[in-house]
């Protein structure tokens, strides 16, 4: 089977504990190069999960400028997402791009622009899109198991931990654009459409020092066409929960967990007055999950669904909700509707490894 070469970009937490690992279980993927800032580190996990080549970001022009590597996986702080990104798809070389998908409006559309120019596919690293489970939630909505569904609700929160970069006002950090877009994506495609209207607020944790720079909390509301609503808080400073609960006309179904990569999306369906057992989905690997799909977007030349302008479209709302927690008024959206959502068609069945190395 022919197999799509990624060079790693960011040899941090999440590369080590979820992408690394994964790609081995995908089958039509490989990890041909490693780029860090932190050698040591670096050969270490290349050497574990026999990768060829470690480079230095110095180095980065010349590897995707060569023929060594089909594709980028971009796990860095967030305000470096655009910049990797453009270089790789001005290079031609696809994009797979943790989320939020870049800083601002201006630099998705500068992204988007750079994959069209070159043919390269750029997509948003929305794991959920390919997780069975989740598949299946939505597909449960779309079938009519809890009629119209009218109102969404979720909580998603965490302790953080001092020195993390997700606490950095520079990287555009906070739990808003790390968990909080979990959130907002859900709850876009439980309704299948795009807020228009947004309302927020925030808190600094009390005097908490790890929140001096991002907030610790934030409770947000969205208002959907017809009349349909979605409300999430967030949260670096509590406890770990990772929920939510869709309301429909005729029936109600509650998942939990909803959103960790570590745990298998679990869900109870209540319709007619009557509760279903919970059903919890088969294991699966998210992240192997999304490579394998997204190698095989790249392999038979079909755009993602999870593209640029899916990034795009949260990263405006994200944008939205802080300006209205900054002036305490509610924000308008307008966005385009998606051309297309998570199904059958973008799901992906991998199973888990244990084999990892997280330094």
């Known amino acids: 089977m022919a197999k799509v070469r990624y060079a790693v970009v960011g040899a941090g937490w999440i590369s080590q504990i979820a992408f690394l690992p994964s790609v081995a279980q995908t089958g039509n993927s490989t990890v041909a190069a490693l780029v860090s800032g ?101 597909e449960r909505i779309r079938a009519g198991a809890i009629g119209t569904p009218r109102l969404f609700s979720s909580v998603f929160a965490f302790q953080t931990e001092a020195g993390n970069h997700r606490l950095r006002a520079e990287h555009w950090g906070g739990p808003l ?27 600094h944790g009390d005097g908490d020092p790890r929140f001096a720079e991002v907030e610790e909390t934030l409770a947000v509301t969205l208002r959907f066409p017809a009349e349909r609503f979605a409300q999430f808080l967030v949260s670096f400073g509590a406890d770990a929960v990772d929920s939510y609960t869709v309301v429909g006309t005729q029936g109600v179904l509650t998942v939990d967990p909803g959103y960790r990569f570590e745990t298998d999306v679990a869900f109870t369906l209540r319709s007619g007055g009557e509760s279903t057992a919970q059903h919890t989905a088969a294991p699966c690997d998210h992240f192997g999950a999304q490579t394998a799909y997204f190698s095989d977007c790249i392999l038979t030349g079909t755009p993602p669904s999870s593209d640029g302008a899916e990034g795009l479209a949260d990263v405006a709302i994200l944008r939205a909700i802080e300006a209205s927690v900054k002036t305490g008024q509610p924000q308008p959206v307008t966005l385009p509707p998606r051309p297309r959502h998570p199904g059958p068609d973008t799901l992906r069945q991998v199973p888990r490894t244990d084999r990892r190395l997280v330094l």
Do not use: W
Request: proline content about 5%.
């Open 177 to 203: 654009q790390d968990i909080g877009v979990y959130c907002l994506n859900a709850a876009r495609h439980v309704f299948r459409a795009e807020p228009t209207e947004v309302f927020a607020m925030a808190g």
């Open 38 to 138: 932190s050698p040591d580190a670096a050969r270490k996990l290349a050497e574990f999960h026999a990768i060829p080549e470690v480079l230095d970001y110095a180095q980065y022009d010349a590897l995707i400028a060569s023929d060594r590597i089909d594709a980028v996986y971009i796990a860095l702080p967030n305000s470096q997402h655009a910049d990797y990104a453009i270089r790789a798809l001005k290079a031609g070389k696809h994009a797979l791009v943790e989320k939020p998908l870049a800083l601002t409006v201006a630099e998705c559309e500068a992204m988007i622009a750079a994959a069209q120019a070159s043919g390269a596919h750029l997509m948003t690293a929305y794991r959920l899109h390919q997780d069975p489970g989740t598949v299946e939630v939505l």
